[in-house]
């Protein structure tokens, strides 16, 4: 990139900023989906021990409240988190990537001194 001028230098930095920052602000949100699902799976896991020793030999009750929970059974939540750890690695290493890239076009630019 040796060849561009500077301000068109600057401007693919801060395009590749803002890139970088939506990047960023993905692996949050994914990052908190997990968490979300992590804690949900706790919950039901934890409704259930505690209403396995109660329920009559029926599994209406837990039936009942996965639904108000979630439309998704224990089974479709793990695997959508595990899902989620994939695409998560995925983007930390593409965020890494971007992130390496600007620096090095932020090092192209003369120090302002």
């Known amino acids: 990139m040796t060849h561009l001028s500077q301000p068109l230098l600057k401007k693919v930095i801060l ?6 920052e939506y990047q960023c602000l993905s692996l949050l949100a994914t990052a908190w989906k997990i968490e979300e699902l992590k804690r949900q ?3 039901m896991e934890g409704f259930e021990k505690e209403k396995k020793e ?3 030999g029926t599994s209406q009750d837990l039936e009942l409240f996965e639904s108000l929970l ?12 595990k899902q ?5 690695d995925d983007d930390i290493l ?4 971007i992130d ?5 076009l932020v090092h192209q630019l003369p120090s302002e001194d």
């Open 15 to 20: 395009a590749k900023e803002a890139h970088r």
């Open 41 to 43: 799976l706790s919950l």
């Open 54 to 56: 109660s329920l009559d």
């Open 70 to 81: 979630s439309l998704d059974t224990s089974a479709e939540v793990h695997a959508e988190r």
């Open 84 to 88: 989620l750890l994939c695409i998560y």
């Open 94 to 97: 593409k965020f890494s990537a």
């Open 100 to 104: 390496d890239h600007l620096n090095h």
